[in-house]
Each structure stands twice: as structure tokens, then as C-alpha cells.
């Protein structure tokens, strides 16, 4: 008998997907899945939607609800975190009045991870609660798998599997980004065998092989003949990013072509502006423009409503709002893999530990592991080209652990060395002034005596 | 017999002082030193001045002249390679081209590298010329050591030390730069220890003994009780940095204190412009500013001229305008050491090899080695405060890395991409021109076939 912790489950952003994979994996019929959240009629939605999915498909998993994460620690065996600490309301406060002082899109967008709720160093709050959950673990549950989902999925496993004793794997579901090229330069899915690497968010697609045979001359071609007709009367949705200019000239400039969310950042040259991140991505600018990335929150927003619309009226059947097929994401497959032996080979986030040549040992890197009841063997990938390390991968690490010295250590020397770090940055007094108003948020009260 | 090569006497920066030094280090006598450069005129000026300094001393040195480095390096045991290829005229002429398009002091003013005649990216003559001579010395003489003074010492060891098997030392002198504050906080310096580690223009001193105790406390105590009050009528010359404000706040950032040239640096927080630079450096706004850097060129003339008069009137002894005594340059006892087993601890810049913990053994870091006859022994330093090595040494050595790979593998792209994280930069259209006019200059021909 098997129970997972789902914290953070009210967002649904993740918990919506997890319970329909759940309720839909017959292997791990019998498990026992609590959801935890603080915010209690949220909670309440989903806990209802959940217990109504496993009825409409005859699964036998039992939901509980808690707003006590300590509670539903109690002999857990794995825990998704999936929570943002404030939510994204706290982060668009903080993004505008980082906004205000000349920080385009907030003080957390930064070269290689612009992603809109990814924190990086203004996430005090969020790497707190990722450590608070990870000491009540320890307390309660030390042998618990710790899925981490939320982000920074990066910097946060880097600070987990470090500071803690925990089992961590960090997951994201970018590099199925992949599928996307495929489908534009139409090459069947069932004879690709692709491999992408690096940190999350910041992954390069190192193998394509099509039917066994290298497809980098299909995608060279396509980027040579036929981009540009593509691109012509181009109207991508805000997250069509897999094959926006942007990806292509990251291509060019780095050697490997970049995977999911990597194709949303790349550095300043791409998003400067609005009108710059139109060139590059599109009309709307891309997933993480002020118009992409209101198309997203306004997404999650009305995806919430009709759920709480279904939980509200018992004649919808929930399986017309959240489908019967499973999601695709890695989380169930992962239980069902570590539980009932069932070897796969998944996309996890894990301390380097020789996968990647070049990148010290303990820090977080995302690559392909095989997993089995034994537990998780990651696969020894080799090296990325040196232009990529020397370009991307060595400056996003730095950054990642200016991040984490900032959260570990404290003080507000380390935000400013941040930012008198950033391009944005024309002054001493601006930087200055963008670190005081953001510890003046009422939210941040905490951060601000962390960051004295 | 010993045979040395001076390649770039004429500039005289380096090579009075060595043939000062030579013809005073008693132990050196019989030597020939063979003075280089396509000067014709400055090459006479110097090798006159070199005859009659050796009558005036006694020293039994041959001074010999030519402007064929081939025909110099037959049969050398040393060669210092002292050129800036195309001179500070070329230098300025460059920085003024990207000044006029925002580049305030050039694109090869850097983060923790801001000595204002040091190439890094704009530097493919001069990285071209190191190979050259580099090359001629593997054909002719390659038992010989090189000694490489001319700048970027960093860039150019590393570089010389991966792509040649020759015996390369990087000599700089701003190591003793912690005499100014011993001489300010009034400690005597036969009773100090200091050691200072790091790159090249980016050490850092690591211990500070008076009479075998910590002298930190000192520098704290002037720093918290004196600076102020020293600080308040400052008008320092514009090579006093080592007490500036700069270095100072560098200290108070990075744990540890800046020694030598790099107090001239610490990021576009000391140098954004002209203001804040006299803000941190004072009335002059220091080495590296406009004011700063004019006074140091006229400097270089004035003692040029001298020199020529000098030569030109044979009844003004040599030794008024060259002191009768030792440099305290190291190149000249290094070869002492080296050729008469003169047992002695030199700060030199040579491959890391475990040299300094964390830093890559093929870069080259600026530590104390023990030379004598046997050759030279780094020693074991340990390592730098974690925040300096992330917020510093990193930083800084990714640069070097793209500097490097930008001169080995060549076309514009990585000039681009190098200029993309100037946060000088303001759009992608700014830093195109800056290339095309910095590529477009006259003496930049065989530069722009490279980087085309």
C-alpha cells in the first residue's frame, strides 16, 4: 500500500494531471494520496473532483484533504511539492514593482531562465518553504521520495540534495518539447529517439535519431529551406516556442538546438522588450511577455473556474472537464516504476555525480536515469560542446549559486552583487532602491530580515 | 653564458628596468642581451642607452640589436616578450571607435579586468603576435623560457601554455602593491608576509602577517576608523588605488583584499562613468579613467623623450636618468634563480595544476612557486573564500575562456556573443556596429579575416 503527499494540490496547475494519472495507473490501485493545501476551498475542489474521477473510472485510490502538511506526512513513501509560495499573485506583485525600477519582467528573469514564475534570487519565500516541507520529511518520513515540481526546480534540488539527506528528483516536463519540432519538420514520433541534457529549463537536444539514422540534416534543412516561409504568417500560441527564431538562432549560435522551456530564454538579445520579444517569438511575444504571459495566468484562471464550476454541480461528469487519458507527465509512471519494479528510463533532475563531464558533482543536472524498484541509475551522457558550457551552462550555475549563497547565507550584499550583475541595471541607487521596495512587500517580511 | 631576447625594447615600458637590472646582478655578467623591435629609431635609442648604462656600471653585459626576432632568438636562454602589438596608439584609436558607440573605455574593459591597455576580445593582433613569437621560439630556441609580460597575462599564459610545449612564465609587479598600504597603515615592511592569489590584475591576499601575526585587524581597524578621515582631502595620483574607496568596498564584498591592479577593476559598479569613477578613485577617477589613463600616456612619452635626449647628448650620464639601482622587477632575478640555482620565492603566473582548489588545472593562476635550478615549484596555496570564487574568479576566468576561444576558432559570432553580456549593451543593432567599425579599422585587416 502506497501513499503520496501532494502539497501544493489546490493550484491544480500540477495536482489536476497527478490525480487523473493516478486514478488511471491500475498498478497502484490501493494507494492512498492526501492532498495538501492552505488554502482550504481550493483544497476542497480538488479533494471533490478527485474522489468524483476515481468513481467515474473505477479506481481504487483513496483522496484525503488536509490543510496540516505534518499530518499527511505520516507514513508517506512520496511527496510531490508542486506549491508556490504567495502564489502567482505574490510574484506579479513583485515583478511589477521590480517593473517600476526598471527591471523589465522582474528581478528573477535572468539569461538562460526567464520562465514568469520561476524565482531566482528574489525567492527567498519559495526556497524556504522547500526547505521547511523537506525538514518535516525528514522528521516524519526520511524515507520518502521527494518529487520536486515546483520551481526553481534547479537552484531547489541543488539546495535539497545538499542541505538535506532526503531522496530528490526534480521534475519538469519540458524535454517532451521535442515532439513539437518533430510534428513541424514531420518526422514521425514512434521512430524518434531523442536525448536532451543539461540543467532545467536550460536543456540541449545532444541526440536525434530518427528510425537510428541522425535527424540534425532533416532540422538543418528545414531551418534552411523552409523556416522562413514558416515563420511568414506565423501566429504561435504564447508557449509555440519549440520552433519560434528564437530556438533556431540559439541553435546557430550554440550548436545544439534548444528543448521546451530553454527556447524561452536565451538570453537578452531575445527579450530586451516587448517589441523584441515579438521579432522573436511571435505576435505575442512569447511565453514570457506581459501579453504571453497574461494569456497563461488568464489559462489557469479559467481552467480553475470550470473546475470549480464542475465541483459546484454533481451532473458534470468530471471526466468531461479532466479527461481519461493520463497526462503524460513523469510522476505516476515514476511510483509505478519504484514500486512495482517496472524499468523505464525517465527525464529526472539529480545531482550530476559524473552524468555530465564537466559539471561538478553536486550540482542538480537533468538528464535521462533508468529506474526500477532498485531505485534511480542515471546515464552516463558525456559532454556537452564546449561553446554550450562556456556560453550557457558554466554562466546559468554561477547563477544558480549566487542564488542559493544568497538564501543560505543572508543579507542584503548578496541581492545587490546580483544585481550589480544584471544588464538591466544603469545605477547603484536603482538597484538599491528595486532591493528596498521588493523587501518592503508586506508578503516579504521575512525575506526582509533574511536580507538585512 | 647566458642569452637573452627582450622582444618589444623599443617601448622602453620593461626594458630600461631590465637592462638596468641585468647590468647590476653581478652574477649575470658575460650575458648577452639581444634587444628587439621594428622600431628602428627606439630600438638605437634604448640599445645606446643599454652601452653606455653598462660602461657607466661596470657591467660586463653585450648589448646587441635587431629588428629580425628570428636572428635574436638563435641560441636564447630567456625571452621576455614585452610588445604591445600596434602600440597604445592603436589601443586608443580602437577604444575611441567603441566609445562612439557606447562602449564607455572600450569592449576590452571587463568586469574584473579594466586595465585600460589590456586586450581581451578586441585583442586578436596582440594574442597573434604571442603565437608568432610563441612559434619562432619552438623553431629556434625551444629550451628557451619565455617570459610573458606584455599583456593580457592571463589570457596570453593560458593561451601560450595549451597551444605551445614551450617553458612559459607570466611576470606582472603588481603583486607588491601591498606595500602602499602597509606604507599607510604604518607597518614596517621587513616585518610583514603577505601572499596574494588569484589571476593576473585579480589577486587577492590571502595572508597578511606582522611578525608572524595577522595583520588583518589592522587594516580593519584604518578601514572603520581612518579611511573617512584619510579619504576626506584625498588627492592620490592616479596609480594610488591600492586605499581607494574601491578597494576598500571590494574588500568588504569578497572577504579578502584586492592587491595591485585589482583594485582597478571591481565591475561598472567603480566605473560607469567618468563621476563615479571620482567617486570610488577620487579627483582623477583613477588609473583607468579618461583623466587617469591620459596622465599615465603622457607619463610614457615625457620619460621617452627623456630617453631620446639622453641618447642624443652623450655627456648626460645614463644613470641620471636610470637610477644606479635593482627595479625590484623579478625577471631578472628570475633568471639569477634559474641559471645560478638562487634559491627564491617569486609570484609568478603559470598553470594551475592544483595550484589554487576549484580553479581548472589548465588555467593559469598568479601564485608564489620556490625557483632554482631545478625550475619552478608552485606552491600548494589552497584555496579562495567560496564568495570570491563565485562572484569573481569565475566570472572572470569565463571570460578569459571566451576570449580564447573567440581568437582560436575565430568568425563574428563570438564577438557578438561577447558583447551580447556587455551590459554596456543596449541593443543587438549596437553591438553589430561597434564590431564592424572596430573590425574596419585600417590596422585591423588580418583581425577582421578572422572574425569574419
Redesign the interface.
Known amino acids: 500500500m502506497v501513499k503520496i503527499v501532494i502539497v501544493g494540490a489546490g493550484s491544480m496547475a500540477w495536482s489536476a494531471n497527478l490525480v487523473k494519472d493516478l486514478c488511471l495507473t491500475k498498478s497502484l490501485r490501493g494507494t492512498t494520496a492526501s492532498l495538501v493545501d492552505i488554502d482550504t476551498e481550493r483544497l476542497n475542489v480538488i479533494h471533490g473532483l478527485a474522489k468524483r474521477y476515481a468513481v467515474e473510472t473505477n479506481a481504487d485510490i483513496a483522496f484525503e484533504k488536509t490543510t496540516n502538511r505534518k499530518d499527511a506526512l505520516q507514513d508517506a513513501d512520496f511527496v510531490f511539492n508542486t506549491a508556490l509560495a504567495g502564489g502567482h499573485e505574490n510574484y506579479e506583485t513583485q515583478r511589477m514593482v521590480a517593473e517600476k525600477r526598471g527591471y523589465y519582467r522582474g528581478i528573477d528573469s535572468v539569461?538562460f531562465n526567464m520562465v514568469s514564475d520561476y524565482y531566482t534570487i528574489g525567492g527567498y519565500n519559495q526556497l524556504k518553504l522547500f526547505m521547511d516541507i523537506a525538514k518535516d520529511i525528514e522528521d516524519i518520513c526520511p524515507e520518502a521520495w521527494l518529487f520536486q515540481t515546483a520551481n526553481p526546480v534547479f537552484e531547489g534540488c541543488t539546495l535539497l540534495t545538499r542541505e538535506t539527506k532526503l531522496k530528490v528528483l526534480g521534475l519538469c516536463h519540458g524535454h517532451f518539447g521535442y515532439q513539437r519540432i518533430a510534428e513541424i519538420i514531420r518526422l514521425k514520433l514512434r521512430n524518434l529517439r531523442v536525448q536532451s541534457i543539461g540543467f532545467n529549463h536550460c536543456i540541449w537536444m545532444t541526440s536525434f535519431l530518427y528510425s537510428g539514422e541522425d535527424a540534425y540534416p532533416l532540422l538543418e534543412k528545414w531551418v534552411e529551406t523552409r523556416s522562413q516561409t514558416y515563420w511568414k504568417d506565423w501566429t504561435p500560441k504564447y508557449h509555440d516556442v519549440e520552433t519560434s527564431p528564437a530556438a533556431v538562432d540559439m541553435y546557430?549560435?550554440f550548436g545544439l538546438f534548444p528543448i521546451g522551456d530553454t527556447a524561452r530564454s536565451g538570453?537578452?538579445?531575445y527579450h530586451?522588450d516587448l517589441e523584441t520579444k515579438k521579432r522573436w517569438y511571435g505576435p505575442l511575444g512569447g511565453f514570457d511577455s506581459e501579453i504571453g504571459w497574461a494569456l497563461y495566468l488568464q489559462y489557469l484562471r479559467r481552467r480553475m473556474n470550470r473546475m470549480i464550476r464542475t465541483h459546484g454541480n454533481p451532473s458534470i461528469p468530471v471526466t468531461s472537464v479532466l479527461s481519461p487519458f493520463t497526462s503524460g507527465e513523469q510522476h505516476i509512471p515514476l511510483v509505478d516504476a519504484l514500486v512495482n519494479d517496472k524499468k523505464h528510463v525517465f527525464q529526472i533532475n539529480v545531482p550530476n555525480d559524473g552524468a555530465i563531464r564537466g559539471i561538478p558533482n553536486d550540482v542538480v543536472v537533468e538528464v535521462p536515469a533508468i529506474v526500477n524498484r532498485k531505485g534511480v541509475q542515471r546515464i552516463h551522457v558525456g559532454e556537452l560542446p564546449?561553446?554550450l558550457m562556456?556560453?550557457v551552462l558554466?554562466?546559468r550555475m554561477?547563477r544558480m549559486?549566487?542564488a542559493l549563497?544568497a538564501f543560505l547565507e543572508g543579507g542584503r550584499?548578496l541581492l545587490l552583487?546580483w544585481l550589480?550583475?544584471?544588464?538591466r541595471?544603469r545605477?547603484?541607487e536603482q538597484a538599491e532602491q528595486a532591493i528596498t521596495d521588493i523587501l518592503g512587500l508586506p508578503f516579504n517580511e521575512e525575506m526582509a530580515e533574511h536580507h538585512r
Open positions: 539569461d546557430k549560435r538570453g537578452w538579445k530586451a564546449k561553446r562556456l556560453h558554466i554562466p554561477v549559486e549566487w549563497e550584499d552583487e550589480l550583475n544584471d544588464p541595471t545605477s547603484l
